[in-house]
């Protein structure tokens, strides 16, 4: 569902002191994961919006239209 959701895609999932990249169909998600995504902000937006992702301060979301 979060790999390959064009125009965004899923480059890389932080796991306690893992990385995981690439990130392979099959890969589940694990409470705690921090999912790094790169595309189009404005997409990102939408799917942290719709599908329930909590996303952490730290980082910036800016759309450049």
């Not at 595309?39 to 301060?57: M, N, P, Y």
């Amino acid at each position: 569902f979060l790999l390959n959701r064009s125009p965004i895609f899923l480059i890389e999932i932080g796991r306690a002191d893992e990385v995981i990249s690439p990130v392979l169909p099959d890969q589940v998600l694990q409470d705690g994961d921090v999912l790094t995504f790169t595309g189009a902000a404005d997409s990102i937006i939408d799917l942290v919006q719709g599908a329930g992702v909590a996303v952490e301060t730290g980082g910036a979301v800016h759309s450049h239209d």
